[in-house]
């Protein structure tokens, strides 16, 4: 009964939720709206099984891909003075938003600890009692090992890509050298001297 | 099987990877200075990786559970991947230092070996899965490498083109790998051959979602070698990337997927050989064709030699439509000469700077270089009519190989056809070496480097009348890496 109730309740939101997000008219509200969908889709593969799909979805688009989404929407040119302008008027449904969450992320976890919905049975034939991070763990580790690490080079290009492409030397900027900073005594640099009246200070 | 043998097998990746990470620590904390020095240690250490080709990885067979193939096959194409990759970085300091704009960072070097690493990966793939991530590493050093010289905006816009159509060839690629997937249920070569051979692939039965994943892979495939009509991106990206580059782009990338293709063609796909051949014929005649008409309106030598490269994928696929060991056999022995003419044209084009060091790229630079530069001449002159397919050179040996091939295997009218086009194509290298030896020179070059020199004139002996000698050992090399597939 709960997991039909986490079900439809997910499934609920994701469709609101994805409806939401094309029909913003502020692109910040729709990568909320996107935020905001992915996190229900993620309680929607809990209650399949798919607990591995699930953090993933939660890390990989929540945590990287949606914030990725929010920085580009927020270097194109939105008029901020405008969006502050309605804060408090959006408070209030920002707030129902992240209580939405809260509230999905204790159902997600209550429905799973009741035992999730028996749709696993069918979408994968796989074995209930090895959790399937387990059982990814044991393949990508063993029989897809080579193919593993090869992925693991192919990122490794991507990241020396894009710094070899972009990275510039900026030269005459000054960077504060912290070592030297701290090598420097105070008698190198101050001084005490006792002025004769009237005759100033040689520096 | 235990992990050391598996590890064995795969030491020539090993020794690169290792070798590629190493050297990336070095150059982040040597930076610039570090250049030289990197570039060296990057050809040893594809000469190690050669010297370790010579253990179980050349005939140590299926390693991590049949993802790697180690055979004489791969054995054979990863010796002229690592060659072709070794001149790419020999040839890139005196480029990269006497061009305005252009500095030379330890990355090239590096980004090259994990380049080479990708091309291994290709080349033993035994699994879809290893094809397609070999490939993305290899593709993706490739657009870095593409538009290395950022300053440049042709060089930022090949490496874009490159990117963008790359990725769309390699979602093309993964739509076809998918379904072969969902239609054969494995992706290891092997039962995807013997789901070929099962299923029905004529007549009204036949079984649509294999076909069109066949399609749809050897259409990736076919972008990969540039093979028309997916060549599109060819001639821009050659000419836009800076030169020592595009001779990497020409020589070992190219011979790591055609014998990827050759691979896929023969391993996985053996069964389904009357399908694919029909792709493989329209594919080389179509670029024979292109490759040679297109060419001839061209004044920009890269533009040229990009021309030509589609040209002679064309050739070389008449030999995998033969689909038999002598047609593979040929295959391998048409890329190692087409490796030595295109790195001689590459190392030729890398010569043509004006007075101040400045690199030109027209055809008509060239005129007089007979009275100029004799011996860059002559050396330019044999690659043309070598790649031209003149007799008394090597090139002619290749064409002669592919063609043999295909009338041994009964098809006729494809060899007569490509005989013909040839013969257009011969119009355009010949063209070349008119404006070489009989136009009035209109200026001279600076002096070379004589690293360069000697590995013109390396080439140009191979490809001479002299690499007839090679021929016993190319054979035979040839055929017993051809028969490691069948």
């Not at chain 1, 891909?65 to 302008?85: C, H, N, Q, S």
């Not at chain 2, 690169?16 to 040597?30: E, K, N, R, S």
């Not at chain 2, 439509?321 to 047609?327: I, K, L, R, S, V």
């Not at chain 2, 000697?454 to 028969?483: C, D, E, H, K, R």
Request: net charge neutral; glycine share 10%; aromatic share 12%.
């Amino acid at each position: 009964m709960i997991q039909a109730i986490a079900f439809y309740l997910f499934a609920l939101v994701v469709l609101l939720s994805g409806a939401m997000t094309i029909s913003s008219r502020n692109p910040v509200h729709s990568v909320l709206w996107l935020i905001l969908a992915f996190f229900n889709a993620a309680g929607l593969m809990v209650l399949v099984g798919a607990e591995f799909i699930a953090m993933l979805l939660v890390i990989v688009y929540v945590g990287a891909v949606a914030v990725l989404f929010l920085f580009v929407v927020m270097m194109l040119d939105i008029d901020f003075a405008e969006l502050r302008a309605g804060f408090v008027r959006y408070f209030g449904i920002g707030l129902v938003l992240a209580v939405a969450l809260v509230a999905e992320i204790l159902i997600g976890v209550g429905a799973w600890s009741a035992g999730g919905i028996d749709l696993a049975r069918r979408a994968a034939p796989t074995d209930h009692v090895v959790p399937n991070i387990v059982q990814i763990g044991n393949l990508l580790y063993t029989r897809y090992l080579f193919i593993f690490e090869g992925a693991g080079l192919v990122l490794l290009v991507a990241m020396i890509g894009a710094i070899v492409l972009t990275h510039r030397e900026r030269s005459g900027s000054r960077y504060q050298n912290i070592a030297r900073q701290n090598a420097r005594r105070p008698q190198d640099a101050t001084r005490n001297v006792r002025p004769e009246i009237g005759q100033g200070v040689q520096l | 099987m235990d992990y050391a043998a598996n590890l064995a097998m795969t030491l020539p990746e090993l020794v690169l990877a290792v070798g590629a990470i190493a050297l990336m620590l070095v150059a982040a904390w040597g930076g610039p200075a570090s250049t030289k020095a990197v570039s060296w240690v990057s050809v040893a250490v594809l000469g190690g990786a050669l010297i370790a080709l010579t253990g179980p990885a050349s005939a140590g067979g299926d390693a991590f559970y049949g993802l790697y193939r180690a055979d004489a096959f791969a054995a054979f194409a990863k010796v002229l991947i690592y060659i072709g990759a070794a001149v790419a970085i020999l040839m890139a300091p005196d480029f990269f230092r006497r061009t305005a704009g252009a500095d030379l960072r330890p990355e090239y070097p590096v980004l090259i070996l994990l380049s080479a690493c990708g091309m291994g990966m290709m080349v033993s793939a035994g699994d879809l899965l290893t094809l397609y991530v070999g490939l993305e590493l290899q593709s993706l050093a490739a657009y870095v490498l593409a538009s290395f010289m950022r300053q440049d905006t042709r060089s930022a816009e090949a490496g874009l083109k490159y990117f963008v159509l790359g990725a769309l060839a390699s979602g093309i690629l993964l739509y076809g790998i998918s379904l072969v997937y969902g239609f054969t249920g494995s992706t290891m070569f092997d039962e995807i051959a013997g789901a070929y051979a099962a299923a029905p692939l004529t007549g009204s039965g036949r079984s649509l979602g294999l076909l069109f994943g066949l399609v749809f892979v050897f259409a990736g495939l076919a972008f990969k070698i540039s093979a028309v009509p997916f060549h599109m991106w060819t001639p821009d990206v050659y000419e836009g990337a800076p030169t020592p580059v595009t001779a990497f782009f020409a020589s070992a990338p190219k011979v790591a997927a055609i014998a990827l293709a050759v691979r896929v063609a023969i391993e996985a796909m053996g069964p389904a050989e009357v399908q694919w051949r029909q792709i493989v014929i329209f594919a080389s005649l179509a670029s024979i064709l292109l490759g040679a008409v297109a060419a001839i309106g061209q004044q920009n030598v890269k533009r040229l030699l990009a021309y030509s490269s589609i040209n002679n994928v064309g050739f070389a696929l008449i030999g995998l439509a033969a689909g038999t060991p002598e047609g593979v056999a040929s295959v391998m022995t048409y890329m190692t000469i087409y490796l030595a003419m295109t790195l001689g044209s590459f190392l030729v084009v890398l010569q043509m700077r004006d007075a101040d060091g400045q690199p030109i790229e027209t055809i008509d630079s060239l005129a007089g270089l007979s009275r100029t530069r004799p011996g860059l001449a002559a050396a330019l002159a044999i690659f043309m009519f070598s790649l031209a397919g003149i007799p008394p050179l090597f090139g002619f040996y290749a064409k002669f190989a592919v063609f043999y091939a295909a009338v041994q295997a009964g098809l006729f009218p494809l060899a007569v056809v490509g005989v013909v086009f040839s013969v257009i194509g011969a119009y355009y290298y010949l063209r070349l070496v008119k404006t070489m030896y009989f136009d009035e020179p209109t200026g001279t070059f600076g002096a070379g480097d004589k690293l360069e020199g000697g590995l013109i004139a390396v080439a140009a002996v191979f490809v001479s009348p002299l690499g007839y000698l090679a021929i016993p050992a190319l054979s035979a090399w040839t055929l017993a890496a051809a028969n490691s597939l069948f």
